[in-house]
């Protein structure tokens, strides 16, 4: 948040199917609940402060294979 310049670039690159970034006062906030990992907020962001969470899972790479595959459960 210190690097934060609150441009709103990563808020309207945050798909609306997930809406998981929110205006919070002057600060930016990603809801973790409401986060798919798409990493499409990461390079809108031009001071680069937003950092993926490597522990995260599934992993983004993971997580965009996965509908309609072998390992979706919805299918
Ligand atoms: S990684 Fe999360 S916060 Fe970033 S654009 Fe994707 S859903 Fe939104
Ligand atoms: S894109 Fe980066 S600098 Fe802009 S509001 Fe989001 S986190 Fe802050």
């Known amino acids: 948040m210190s690097i934060c310049i ?3 670039a990563c808020l309207r690159a945050c798909p609306p199917q997930f809406g998981a970034i929110f205006n919070y006062g002057v600060d ?3 809801i973790p609940e409401l986060c798919s990992g798409c990493d499409k907020c990461l390079p809108a962001c031009p001071v680069d ?3 993926p969470d490597p522990e995260w899972a599934p992993a983004p790479s993971v997580w965009w294979t996965l509908p309609g595959g072998p390992e979706d459960r919805y299918v």
Request: aromatic share 0%; hydrophobic share 55%; proline share 0%.
């Open 6 to 8: 609150n441009c709103d």
């Open 28 to 30: 930016v906030v990603i």
């Open 49 to 51: 402060c937003i950092v």
